[in-house]
């Protein structure tokens, strides 16, 4: 059924948690699997090749080998991508540009209340334009 499947990463344990759905879903159907972060949208001003903008990407990508490469249980359909975007528009404007079929998305507890899982801003905007279906995980 999925053959494309995006990952919404914010280094959140809420994201974590999308995170491990979306490669339980890319097994079962085997779909490629790309994470996506969003980088400060303001880095857009600079050019690609600025040193801060280059020291930012390589940091998140060195991150990214380290907190979430393990918890792929080396997967070889996995890719990861970091910009500088506004998260929500760049997580939708990369599923339509890519043809995703679905994006994942964790969502945050609040402690004080019944689990029930809740999105912020950028969660309801991708669910608004997203052009492909949504998958909302609660951690």
């Given amino acids: 059924m999925f053959k494309r499947i995006l ?5 959140t344990p809420a994201s974590q948690t999308a995170l491990e759905k ?6 079962e159907h085997g779909a490629e ?9 303001r880095l857009q001003e ?29 997967s070889n359909n996995a890719t ?6 506004d998260p929500a528009m760049g997580i939708c404007k990369l599923a339509r ?6 994006i994942i998305l964790g969502s945050h507890q609040q402690p004080e ?3 029930m899982g809740r999105i912020n801003y950028v969660g309801n905007t991708i669910l608004e334009k997203a052009p492909c279906p949504v998958m909302l995980v609660p951690s």
């Fill in 113 to 115: 209340k019944k689990p």
């Fill in 46 to 74: 600079l050019d690609a090749r600025d040193p801060r903008r280059v020291e930012i990407s390589r940091a998140t990508e060195q991150r990214f080998e380290t907190e979430v490469k393990p918890l792929l249980n080396g």
């Fill in 33 to 41: 699997l790309h994470i996506f972060h969003a980088l400060d949208f």
């Fill in 97 to 102: 540009h890519n043809n995703y079929d679905l």
């Fill in 80 to 85: 990861f991508g970091c910009q500088p975007a």
């Fill in 7 to 11: 990952v919404a990463l914010k280094f």
């Fill in 22 to 27: 979306g490669v339980e879903i890319a097994r």
